[in-house]
C-alpha cells in the first residue's frame, strides 16, 4: 500500500467514524473529506521533514 493510499484510508476512516457517531452528515461527507484529508497530509509530510543534526557540542 502507498502512502498516498493510507493516507486516503486513514481520511475515509475518520470522516466514516465522524458519520457514525453524528458529527457529519453523509451529505457533508466531501467537504468534510477534504479537510480531514488534508489534515491527515500535512501531519504525515511534517514528520517525514528530516531532523536538523544536532549542533556541535550537543
Keep these: 500500500m502507498s502512502h498516498e ?3 486516503l484510508q486513514v481520511a ?3 470522516v466514516v467514524k465522524f ?3 453524528g458529527r457529519v452528515s453523509p451529505a ?3 467537504e468534510t473529506f ?3 484529508y488534508q489534515g491527515v497530509y500535512d501531519a504525515v509530510e511534517s ?3 528530516p ?3 544536532p549542533e556541535p557540542g550537543d
Design 12 to 14: 475515509k476512516e475518520v
Design 5 to 7: 493510499d493510507k493516507i
Design 47 to 49: 514528520m517525514r521533514k
Design 51 to 53: 531532523v536538523d543534526p
Design 34 to 36: 477534504r479537510d480531514v
Design 19 to 21: 458519520i457514525e457517531v
Design 28 to 30: 457533508g461527507f466531501a
